[in-house]
Nanobody, 123 residues
Framework: VQLQAFGGGLVQAGGSLRLSCAASRRTVSNNGMGWFRQAPGKEREVVATISWNGGVTNYGNSVRGRFSISRDNAKSTVYLQMNSLKPEDTAVYYC?????????????????WGQGTLVTVSS
């Protein structure tokens, strides 16, 4: 399974971006999916996760209320809508496919990873 994340870029604080993650196979429709991010010099952290059918979503504390994760299984694509962006949201964002239908908040629960897309938020 190959995952390709895109949609990153440069945005001013307070702005919005939508990231997309396209999977090469429809089989990920049975998998939970997640977005993670890693800023320079920092550990990777969970941003948002979504179960296989979109019924359960979870968010990291720093993005809850500002970001929204969704998926379209017919298109094998997962989205991350990011609103009210802050400079501290600057990071490389990765999408990942979970090992099961339930999306873990722990990165060890993910089997396939995309290449990452850079989001830069200027102040």
């Amino acid at each position: 399974v190959q995952l390709q994340a895109f949609g990153g870029g440069l945005v001013q604080a307070g702005g919005s971006l939508r990231l997309s993650c396209a999977a090469s196979r429809r089989t990920v429709s049975n998998n939970g999916m997640g977005w993670f991010r890693q800023a320079p010099g920092k550990e990777r952290e969970v941003v948002a996760t979504i179960s296989w059918n979109g019924g359960v979503t979870n968010y990291g504390n720093s993005v809850r209320g500002r970001f929204s994760i969704s998926r379209d299984n017919a298109k094998s694509t997962v989205y991350l809508q990011m609103n009210s962006l802050k400079p501290e949201d600057t990071a490389v964002y990765y999408c990942a496919a979970a090992r099961s239908a339930i999306a873990s908040m722990d990165s060890r629960g993910y089997r396939y990873w995309g290449q990452g897309t850079l989001v830069t938020v200027s102040s």
